[in-house]
């Protein structure tokens, strides 16, 4: 049974969906590599689902100000994770293959994000926030 209700609105957000597919696609590639680097993969991996947490988190908080500082701490932990893959990628723990599927994910979940506050910062300027539940 879905349970919606207006503060679970963030699940319509193309981005929070990509930040999602980007956590399961790097739990899925990353989970195996050898216990000497398994904090630096649990770093990697808490990167990737901080960004579809602080999505969410910053959505209900509703308000815009709120919404805009929990969305650009997302955006730092996706340059934390870029970091994290990059660095995988270049010390050979990952194929080419991987850093390939993980990096477009990443890119178009970056972009997303970056439009969405952008978006956001658009709002907050002409004044187009609604804070109410009125929706």
């Not at 990952?94 to 970056?110: A, M, P, S, V």
């Amino acid at each position: 049974m879905e349970r919606k209700n207006i503060n679970r609105g963030f699940k319509q957000l193309r981005v929070w969906n990509g930040a999602i597919e980007l956590y399961v696609l790097t739990c899925k590639l990353l989970t195996e590599f050898p216990f000497e680097l398994k904090k630096t993969v649990a770093n990697c991996i808490d990167a990737s689902h901080s960004i579809s947490r602080n999505i969410a988190e910053g959505y209900s908080r509703r308000s815009i100000k709120e919404y805009l500082n929990f969305l650009n701490i997302a955006l730092g932990s996706s340059g934390e994770y870029h970091s994290c893959i990059f660095s995988f990628h270049k010390a050979n723990q990952i194929t080419n293959e991987e850093f390939e599927q993980l990096d477009k994910l990443h890119y178009k979940t970056e972009n997303e994000l970056i439009h969405l506050i952008k978006s956001l910062q658009k709002k907050m300027k002409e004044g187009n926030w609604e804070v109410t539940f009125n929706n």
